[in-house]
Nanobody, 118 residues
């Protein structure tokens, strides 16, 4: 089992920055990748960025060159630095972790609200 605890989020003006953090605990040895997803009202949850244990990253086209995902293996933490924020970035942001131990499982954080005002 993996537990994910998020911090960060809040209100920011367009063009501003926020940093989201997610700390993993539990069976952390089985985590293969972590990432961030977001869901706006009335829309499907979508991928924002992912990072593997080896450091390989993947970004949605809408956030590439503005957002940066990073990890700290010693602290079992993943962060999302969000710069040049736009109103369309407004959503609930969710941390996730993918584990493999006999089978693949996906875990989710509780979600944190990010609101970008114009």
């Amino acid at each position: 089992q993996v537990q994910l605890v998020e911090s960060g989020g809040g209100l920011v003006q367009a063009g501003g920055s926020l940093r989201l953090s997610c700390a993993a605990s539990g069976s952390i040895f089985s985590i293969n990748a972590m990432g961030w997803y977001r869901q706006a009202p009335g829309k499907q949850r979508e991928l924002v960025a992912t990072i593997t244990n080896g450091g390989r990253t993947n970004y949605a086209d809408s956030v590439k060159d503005r957002f940066t995902i990073s990890r700290d293996n010693a602290k079992n933490t993943v962060a999302l630095q969000m710069n040049s924020l736009k109103p369309e970035d407004t959503a609930v942001y969710y941390c996730n972790a993918v584990t493999f131990h006999l089978t693949t499982r996906t875990y989710w954080g509780q979600g944190t609200q990010v609101t970008v005002s114009s």
